[in-house]
């Protein structure tokens, strides 16, 4: 399996990017799909969720309104689109994958993109 983040960079305050996630090697449409954050000195926090199919979208409370997650199972891409962007938004940017078999939790990381956001 493999987790392939891209769409970071430097921007100032109140702009915007677009995450993106390339995901191979798995059964895409049946995980629920994650991004996470981790901002130096501070714990990796969910960012925002949707579920296998789509239906049910969570967000952590400091970006609700201003980010929006979204997937492709037909390209088996999952995005943010993250807007407004502030200063405390700069962090690694991490990809997640997560399917319940009913057995286990099986649970895949990409390695990040960092988004710096600073005038």
């Known amino acids: 399996v493999q987790l392939v983040e891209s769409g970071g960079g430097l921007v100032q305050p109140g702009g915007s990017l677009r995450l993106s996630c390339a995901a191979s090697?798995?059964?895409?449409?049946?995980?629920?799909m994650s991004w996470y954050r981790q901002a130096p000195g501070k714990e990796r926090e969910l960012v925002a969720g949707?579920?296998?199919?789509?239906?049910?979208?969570n967000y952590a409370d400091s970006v609700k309104g201003r980010f929006t997650i979204s997937r492709d199972n037909a390209k088996n891409m999952v995005y943010l689109q993250m807007n407004s962007l502030k200063p405390e938004d700069t962090a690694l940017y991490y990809c997640?994958?997560?399917?319940?078999?009913?057995?286990?939790?099986?649970?895949?990381w990409g390695q990040g993109t960092q988004v710096t956001v600073s005038s």
């Open positions: 997640n994958a997560r399917w319940w078999s009913g057995l286990r939790w099986y649970d895949y």
């Open positions: 090697g798995l059964t895409f449409s049946s995980y629920d």
């Open positions: 949707i579920i296998s199919r789509g239906g049910r979208i």
